[in-house]
């Protein structure tokens, strides 16, 4: 086989991982929450930016700056749902959504108001790995697996906390939930910080292969909508599936034709499933 | 008719001839072609079809526009229809299935979206064609050219007002029509207007059709008078946020609505320009951004439905 075909299968396969960490973070808050955070992507651009800004220009080790922005995202996903969604939780989920456009439009000029349109880079060149005649950005292969880490970490805490079994109850029946005594408002609080916190992480491992501009949420922020509701809401296992999907017809595509040739046709993919397959791959017809 | 109506009318084909600087004149038809886009798009986002997909029709109408001119020496006036016929044709491919298998709320704004970007994806990658994110400028001619469509700055007043004139028409005959009764009950309960005997998917492809065959020209018009394109102000996510925004802060219920939200951002954008200069690159559109979230929490139908709102209490 071609060799960079391998390279190019191999690419996705890496890239999936944070496409899937990101698909995570949105899919909890969506099926949680039942709220589209179309600003999703741009609180990952804020996370790159606070560490771009405390280790390019202030010199922070990088083991202290990456916890640092996730800690900082988390408390905007908060802030997020404090200040914009919950005000709005009984009006039409469409205007949800639209709130959180707006704040796509905020953080995103406020972004360029900050650090102007250029493109910023940490100026870390990580090593690359030679794997027989196979050359793979070491950057690509740490932000995989600490993306599956932080998956499982996810996982764990879903499955074996008290507060995660409230989170996925929840998910699964919101009126129920609350005559049984659990209050939402806390959950959804906690779940805005786990999606915020998630970001936080895609933004550290994002911003080790790509450069940082005001604009960069809007080249990840739709495909990671399309995953989302491919795999199926509330599926995890869905999402994590479609992830790899996307990006294998991201990346092979972009081998065969250009890189937007291939998301063409992941969009119209998405747009196909949604009327052949509504509930997602994993999803449970309701 | 009234005879203030009259007046008014008259009053609005004055401009062009008063002493108002290039720059002013410039900023009214932007308003005025930008306004009649809003107004498209409320056809359909009033009744609960919020599609994040327009710039997918303002792209197909501005770009089958200019390239069938420039490729083909076609002459806009017939480049626009066959713009408009593109626009249509996709907007009854997607909307069709989203109406047949109840794609409505979050699902209908995120397929619109894909939808959007697979227009800007497709120009970006044909860019032997389009001059891909470089943009494209329509080949020009002596001005004031009939046939190419390209005018002066005091012509084009008049195409941007009739252009608008027109849209405001179409949105009161729909106002008044059935179909709006009709979109009306769907958008309240779709099983129970099927169940009154309404042909959903009819009555949803209708405002669909119109509003996308509208924002192609209103596409089309704004390629020909700015003479550049762009697929990431005349297509794409971007430009379809813009969009839905400025239609919501002005008031999509009410017919001048949209035209109030293209007055606000058009000039809210330029004040702020000018007053911060190019030293705080983004504080325009920070201030925007706060307003938008501010308007959607706090005022969802707008300036416009706020006063309309106010008025008709007082009235009581």
Known sequence: MDIFLVEAIVNGILLGGILALLALGLNLIFGVIDVVWIAYAELVMCGMYAIYWLYAVHGVPLPIAAPIAIVFVAILGVLVHKLIISPILGSAPINQLLATGGLLFFLQSFATLLFGADFRNIGLRLPIVEVGELFVSFARLLAFGVALLGMLGLWLFLKRTYVGTAIRAIAQDREIMVLMGVDPSRVYLITSALGGGLAGLASALLVLQYDVHPFIGLSFGPITFMICVLGGLGSMVGGFIAAFIMSQIISVGGFYTSIELSYVLAFLLFIVMIFVRPQGLFGVKS | ?316
């Open chain 2, 1 to 316: 008719m009234k005879p203030g109506w009259i007046l008014l009318g008259l009053a609005l084909l004055l401009p062009p001839f008063l002493p108002i600087s290039d720059y002013t004149l410039h900023i009214i038809i932007l308003v005025l072609l930008w306004a009649f886009v809003y107004t498209s798009w409320t056809v359909m986002g009033r009744f609960g079809l919020v599609s994040l997909g327009h710039g997918a029709f303002l792209g197909l109408g501005t770009y089958t526009t200019a390239l069938l001119w420039n490729h083909y020496g076609l002459s806009p006036w017939l480049g626009l229809p066959l713009g408009v016929i593109v626009a249509v044709a996709v907007a009854l491919v997607i909307g069709y299935p989203c109406s047949r298998l109840k794609v409505v709320g979050h699902y209908f704004a995120l397929v619109t979206l894909a939808l959007t970007e697979v227009v800007r994806l497709s120009i970006v990658a044909w860019r032997d064609v389009t001059g891909g994110s470089l943009g494209m400028t329509p080949n020009t001619v002596p001005p004031n050219s009939f046939e190419a469509m390209q005018f002066t700055r005091f012509t084009w007043y008049w195409v941007a007002l009739a252009a608008w004139a027109i849209g405001l028409y179409v949105w009161h005959r729909v106002d008044r029509s059935m179909t709006r009764a009709a979109m009306d009950a769907i958008s309240d309960d779709e099983t129970a207007a099927a169940a009154v005997g309404i042909d959903v998917t009819r009555q949803k492809l209708a405002v669909t059709t119109i509003s996308a065959a509208m924002t192609a020209v209103g596409g089309a018009l704004i390629g020909q008078y700015q003479m550049y394109l762009n697929p990431e102000t005349m297509a794409g996510v971007g430009v379809s946020l813009q969009i839905v925004f400025a239609a919501i802060s002005g008031g999509m219920y009410v017919i001048l609505g949209p035209t109030v939200g293209a007055v606000l951002t058009i000039v809210l954008q330029e004040f702020l320009r000018i007053l911060f200069g190019t030293r705080f690159i983004g504080a325009a559109a920070t201030i925007y951004g706060i307003m938008l979230i501010l308007f959607i929490i706090f005022m969802p139908t707008g300036i416009c439905g706020v006063i309309v709102d106010k008025l008709r209490k007082r009235r009581a």
